[in-house]
């Protein structure tokens, strides 16, 4: 028969000698397949090859470097960003102290009596009554203004808290929130 | 196809670095034979990577180096025997009334097809029709060897390859 002998003629010349390029990941199947715990070693080697290559590679320390400072400059601008200016003028009556000190006590009762309070900054007053604290954080504080010794002012008034008040107990607290305030103290008088 | 002895002694020992070579060298043509027993290309890929590990965790039975090609060989059509087992259903009648409204396939015709089109048509074929269709035509086995290894009878064989050489007919004259 002339069609049987076709098919088989020419099916049997077509695939006698036929060699199509094998899976790629087969022989790493079969490697698998009859050294399962080698292969398992491999894998684990692997992992510690790519991690010191990346780990020892030069060309990622430009990478790295930027990197590194790109988060330095995220840590120092949100620490920055979440802190606070308190800043005012210290009055003896309706008059400017000339020279002084200005102390911030941080205060970590939520309400009275204000017992646990810790001295954090003191910074001068100057000439014109000005004070300020730089680089605070949220929270409640107390001012105290000590004029300065020998003066006028220090004979006539006594040092004092905001908002005139000379002792912490009954002191007002300022609370830091979101803002930068501003806070004029009025000294107490004798 | 001859592997260097010490390739085959290294898979004795069950180097990794024998198996490679061995595989490397007869890997592309035991996948060309997985391809014409399966019915995808996945399933070729299995039947690829289960025969070469039975290869070599049987190496040690190969009673003559001489003889591996033909060994290799063996253990994958029977591997893709196997993996067809519970799918290979036989008709057992033989029926010898052709379909003939058929006219001749040509030798030239068939030659306009691709590798890849010969092989989907072999593949497109019911299991038992493509495994004797494979044994007989293509592997040389004779009806009683193919009744042996499929378990069935030799007309059964006849018949199945009868039939797939029908089938075959039928496909070639819808594309030719």
Not at chain 1, 35 to 50: D, F, I, T, W, Y
Not at chain 1, 84 to 110: M, P, Q, S, W
Not at chain 2, 56 to 81: G, P, Q, Y
Request: aromatic content about 12%.
């Amino acid at each position: 028969m002339q069609e049987k002998d076709t098919i088989e003629d020419y099916y049997r010349k077509a695939f006698t000698g036929f060699e199509p390029p094998p899976p790629e990941q087969a022989w790493e199947k079969i490697r698998v397949g009859i050294h399962p715990l080698e292969a398992k070693k491999g894998r684990l080697s692997g992992l510690r090859k790519n991690f010191a290559g990346f780990s020892h590679s030069r060309n990622l320390y430009p990478l790295l470097a930027a990197a590194a400072m790109v988060l330095l400059f995220i840590m120092i601008w949100f620490s920055y960003s979440h802190k606070h200016n308190i800043r005012g003028h210290a009055y003896a009556g309706e008059v400017r102290i000339c020279k002084g000190t200005a102390y911030l006590f941080k205060v970590y009762d939520k309400v009275k009596p204000y017992d646990t309070v810790l001295l954090l900054q003191s910074v001068p007053v100057d000439g014109n009554g000005y004070y300020q604290f730089n680089g605070i954080d949220h929270g409640n504080y107390f001012i105290r203004i000590n004029p300065l010794p020998g003066t006028d002012v220090t004979r006539n008034f006594i040092p004092s808290f905001y908002d005139q008040d000379a002792a912490s107990s009954e002191a007002n607290v300022i609370k830091i929130e979101s803002e930068d305030p501003t806070v004029d103290i009025h000294l107490l008088p004798k | 196809m001859t592997v260097p002895a010490e390739v085959l002694d290294q898979c004795l020992l069950n180097e990794p670095r024998g198996q490679e070579a061995l595989y490397k060298a007869y890997s592309a043509r035991m996948y060309g034979i997985c391809l014409r027993y399966a019915g995808n290309r996945m399933e070729a890929e299995d039947i690829l990577q289960e025969g070469f590990i039975k290869v070599f965790k049987n190496l040690s039975h190969l009673h003559s180096r001489e003889a591996l090609d033909a060994w290799i060989r063996r253990i994958m059509v029977n591997t893709a025997i196997n993996y067809y087992t519970k799918q290979l259903k036989f008709q057992n009648e033989v029926s010898l009334k052709y379909d003939s409204s058929d006219a001749t396939i040509q030798e030239d015709a068939l030659s306009k097809l691709s590798y890849n089109e010969l092989l989907r048509i072999l593949q497109g074929l019911p299991t038992g029709y493509r495994t004797v269709f494979n044994l007989y035509v293509i592997d040389g086995y004779s009806h009683r060897e193919i009744g042996e290894m499929l378990g069935i009878a030799e007309n059964t064989s006849k018949s199945q390859l009868w039939r797939a050489k029908a089938s075959m007919k039928k496909i070639l004259r819808r594309i030719l």
